[in-house]
């Protein structure tokens, strides 16, 4: 019986912690708006364009050795990302429900 009442305690404490997780969803993270402006910067300034020129050109040299086309579109497609990706992602992160 005392197993019982330890685990239905337990179940309870349980079931408010994670009931008052949303409640305070929007409220923290204000931490990491240093790293994230730091990241997002990176991303959107001259290290995020370098990283895309690179997936292109990585691409189109490795479909020059092996004579075909499909390595340079999949850096065309990571240069794609590269430069519409922070974007996207900040617009679904900060979209409003």
Known sequence: MKLVQKLMNRAGV???S???APAFA???GTEFTGLYNLV???SEGYLGRTLAIAAFLVGAIVGFAKSTAMPALVGIIFAVLFAI???IIDGIA???I
């Open 14 to 16: 349980a079931s408010v």
């Open 18 to 20: 994670l009931l008052a």
């Open 26 to 28: 929007g409220t923290t």
């Open 40 to 42: 997002k910067g990176w």
């Open 85 to 87: 990706g922070p974007g």
């Open 94 to 96: 900060s979209a409003l």
